[in-house]
DNA sequence: GGTATTGTGTAGAACGTTCTCCATTGTTAG
DNA sequence: CTAACAATGGAGAACGTTCTACACAATACC
C-alpha cells in the first residue's frame, strides 16, 4: 500500500533530522558531516526506506531510462539488453523497455508514454520515423539511437559497421575461391533510409567491386520465406552463383532449404551466409556461416553514451561497432 | 525541456477554468457539464497536452503496468508481450517491460524498482523467488504470475496446461502406434516447484499410465546440448525408443541432432516431439511437431485479470490455457 | 414557498521528493 | 578580538497532479 510506504519523513524522524538532511545523504549532495551520514543511513536500513521515484521526479532524476523496442522478435534484441543492463548493472540507473512495435505511429506513442514517465534518457532502437521527429525528441530528452545510419545532430548513435560486415562475407567467399556471389536483400517500400539492409547491400557492392567482381542483388524479404523464393529464382539461372550472402539470417535459413530442395549440397555445390549470428545458426543442425553484431558492445555503449550525455556531454557522438564474421560449416569452397 | 511542457494549469487558463474541473474532463470524472467537457477538451487539443504521469502518481494512478521478464530469451515471450499489449492497445494503460534477469535477487531488484515507479499492477513472468516472497509483493500491489503451477492465495495466476500439453504428445504418439516413448526433462538442483517442466514430465507420466505404457523419464537440460545428450543415452540402448518427447524445442533440436549422427531417419526410425512451439519449429528445413501454448492468449488474460483487479475485483483467479499440439514432420507412424 | 435533491464548478490540501536560500556554528586571518 | 569565511543543517517553496469538501444554482417535491 502506498500508505505504508516509508516516505523520507519518517527516515528524519527516526534519525532526528530535517527531510533536507536525509535528502542530501540520498543523493550524495555537498555538506553532509560524517555523523550525519551515519545517523542517516542507519534510519534509512532500519526502515527499509526507498525514494519514491515519482515524487523524485516532479523536481529531479528519475534515475530511469528507457529503451524503445521496435521489434520485439528482433533475435539479437536480448544480447542488447543484456548489454545495456550489464553496463548500468552497479549505477543507480534502471532500465525499462518499452514495446513500440513496428508502426511509427505507436512507436511514437511509447515514446510519449516514455517522456511523460518523466525517464533520463531513452535509448531507441531502430525506430521508424523521419529525421525531423527523432531531432523533436532529442531536444526534449537525451537520446541515443541504435541502428540507424546516418544524420546524428541532436542524439548519440550506436550503428553496427553493416558495410564492413557485409565486406567480411564477400572477402572469406572470394578467399575460398567464389567469384559468382549473390547477395539477397530486404524489399522496403521507401519510407526510412539508412537501414541496415540497405548499408549491408551497399557495402556488399563496394566489396565485389574491390574484387573486381560483377555484384548481383535480389531484392525479396527478410524472411524465411523471402530467402527460399529469392535462392529459387537463383539457382534456377543457366550460371547459378555458387555463393549466396544472405543480409539477414532468417532468409539464409531460406536459401537452405531451396538448396537442399534443389539437391545441392552445401557447402560443396553451394555456400551460404547470413548475418546476425542468431542463436539457432550456431546449432550443429544449421551451422550458419553468419556475421555477428555483438549486440552486448552495441548495448553497453548506447547506455554510456546516454549516461554521459545525460550527466554532462553535449556535443553529439556516433559510435561504430565493428561486426565479425563467424565461418561455420555452410561456406566452403566451390566444386570445381 | 520540463520547463517548456503543457501543464493542467495551462489548459484550465486557456479554457478559462479551474484545474480541478480540467482533471476531471482528463479522467472522465463525473459532473462535468457538455459544455464544459467542449471547452476543455479543444484546449487540451489546442495546447497538445498531455498528463505527466510522475505527479499524477503522486495521488492516483499512473496507468502503467509492468512485465517483470525472467528471461529475455524466452521464445514465446514476444508472443506474450503482443498479447498484452493488444489487450491493452484500446485502454489507457501503458505497458512497461523490466529485464529482470534469472538471479532471485535481480528479479527482486526490479520488482521494487517498478514498485517505486508506482505503476499500478505488475505482470511477473516465471518469477524465481519462494510463495511467500510473492505473496508480500502481491499485498503491496496488484500482481498477476504467469507460468508458475500452484499456490495463487493473494494474486492472479496464468498458466498453461501442461499436463495437458504433455498428454497431447503421448496421445498423438500412442495413436501412430508407437509403446516405447522416452521424455527428455530438464534437471532442477531444488528451488522453486510447480515449474513447467516438472508439470510436464508428471503430465507425461500421467498420460502414458492411462495407455498402460512404461513411462521412461531422462533428466538432463533444456538446451540444444541437453538435447544431444539425453538422445545419444536413449538410442544407446537395446530397447532403443521408437519415440522421443522432450520438454522443451530447443532440446528436441538437440534430439535431431543425435538421429543424424546415429544414422535414424526422422520420423521412420524415430519420432521426436517437442514443446513451446518456436519460431523455428515451423520452418520447413526442421518441421518440428510441438506443443504451442498460445502465448498472444496467455498475454491477453494476464492483462484482462491484471486490470480486472486493479479496478474492482478482490479475490483470486487462475486462469489455465489449453495448449495445441502442432503435428508436423517429426513424428510419424514407427517403422515396424 | 420552503426544503431536499441534483448538477456543476472551484478552492486548496495533499502526495514525497529536491533544492534554493538562510541560519548557525566553528575556524581562520589579520 | 573581530571580521571573513567555510562547513553544516534546516525551512519552506516548488513540481503537476488528484480529490475531498464545499459553494452555488437549478430543479423537484410536498
Redesign the pocket.
Known amino acids: 500500500m502506498?500508505s505504508g510506504?516509508v516516505?523520507?519523513?519518517d527516515v528524519a524522524r527516526r534519525a532526528g533530522?530535517?527531510?533536507?538532511?536525509v535528502?542530501k545523504v540520498?543523493?550524495g549532495?555537498y555538506?553532509?558531516?560524517a555523523?550525519?551520514q551515519a545517523k542517516v543511513t542507519q534510519a534509512i536500513d532500519e526502515l527499509g526506506?526507498r525514494?519514491?521515484a515519482a515524487?523524485?521526479a516532479?523536481?529531479?532524476r528519475t534515475y530511469t531510462l528507457g529503451v524503445m523496442l521496435s521489434d520485439t522478435r528482433n533475435p539479437f534484441f536480448p544480447d542488447i539488453i543484456e548489454g545495456v543492463t550489464g553496463r548500468l548493472g552497479d549505477t543507480e540507473y534502471q532500465v525499462l523497455l518499452g514495446p513500440g512495435g513496428i508502426e511509427p505511429k505507436t512507436q511514437a506513442r511509447m515514446i510519449d508514454a516514455m517522456i511523460d514517465r518523466s525517464m533520463d534518457g531513452l535509448i531507441l532502437i531502430s525506430p521508424v520515423m523521419t529525421d525531423a521527429e527523432l531531432a523533436a525528441i532529442a531536444t526534449a530528452t537525451p537520446v541515443v539511437v541504435v541502428g540507424r545510419h546516418g544524420g546524428a545532430a541532436a542524439y548519440d548513435a550506436v550503428v553496427d559497421d553493416d558495410v564492413m560486415g557485409a565486406g567480411l562475407v564477400v572477402d572469406h567467399l572470394v578467399g575460398l575461391g567464389h567469384t559468382r556471389i549473390a547477395h539477397i536483400t530486404h524489399l522496403e517500400r521507401a519510407r526510412a533510409q539508412g537501414l541496415p539492409h540497405t548499408v549491408r547491400a551497399e557495402g556488399y557492392r563496394q566489396a565485389m567491386r574491390a574484387h573486381g567482381l560483377a555484384d548481383d542483388v535480389l531484392a525479396t524479404s527478410f524472411t524465411e520465406e523471402g530467402g527460399f523464393e529469392g535462392a529459387r529464382e537463383l539457382l534456377a539461372r543457366d550460371d547459378r552463383p555458387t555463393a549466396i550472402f544472405a543480409g539477414a539470417d532468417i532468409a539464409a535459413l531460406g536459401v537452405l532449404r531451396a538448396a537442399d530442395e534443389a539437391g545441392l549440397s552445401v557447402p560443396e555445390d553451394l555456400s551460404v551466409a547470413g548475418y546476425d549470428n542468431i542463436g539457432i545458426a550456431s546449432l550443429k543442425r544449421i551451422s550458419l556461416t553468419s556475421v555477428d553484431q555483438d549486440g552486448h558492445v552495441i548495448g553497453a555503449t548506447a547506455a554510456r553514451l546516454l549516461v554521459e550525455r545525460i550527466e554532462e556531454r553535449t556535443r553529439s557522438v556516433t559510435s561504430s561497432v565493428s561486426p565479425t564474421l563467424i565461418v561455420r560449416g555452410t561456406t566452403g569452397p566451390p566444386r570445381l
Open positions: 502506498t510506504r516516505t523520507i519523513a533530522v530535517s527531510t533536507a538532511a535528502s540520498v543523493r549532495a555538506g553532509v558531516s555523523e550525519m526506506y525514494p519514491h515524487a523524485r516532479l523536481r529531479g
